[in-house]
Nanobody
């Protein structure tokens, strides 16, 4: 089993920045991609960003240029740096791990094996 624990959420004003972290522990053997998703009340869980084991990243169109995903393999941690946040981005943000080839950057929830419990991000004035 792999455990994922997110942190860094909170209440911020529109236009502010926030950095989320997700630490992995447990049976983290092999290569795995890490992803961030978000889910607003009453809506589906949407893809935000993913980073492959090799370090290549993919983003949802809505966050390109504002969000940056990165990972520190020595710390088994993935980060999501978010800038210019908008009220509509208020959601619970989840990190996830997908074991597979080193080059993959999955964008579907079904492709991920493990999920964190989520961290709330609220963007409001």
């Amino acid at each position: 089993q792999v455990q994922l624990v997110e942190s860094g959420g909170g209440l911020v004003q529109p236009g502010a920045s926030l950095r989320l972290s997700c630490a992995a522990s447990g049976r983290t053997f092999g290569t795995y991609a890490m992803g961030w998703f978000r889910q607003a009340p009453g809506k589906e869980r949407d893809f935000v960003a993913a980073v492959s084991w090799n370090g290549d990243s993919t983003y949802a169109d809505s966050v390109k240029g504002r969000f940056t995903i990165s990972r520190d393999k020595t710390k088994k941690t993935v980060y999501l740096q978010m800038m210019s946040l908008k009220p509509e981005e208020t959601a619970v943000y989840y990190c996830a791990a997908a074991f597979g080839p080193a080059y993959t950057r999955p964008i579907l929830t079904s492709q991920y094996n493990y999920w964190g419990q989520g961290t709330q991000v609220t963007v409001s004035s």
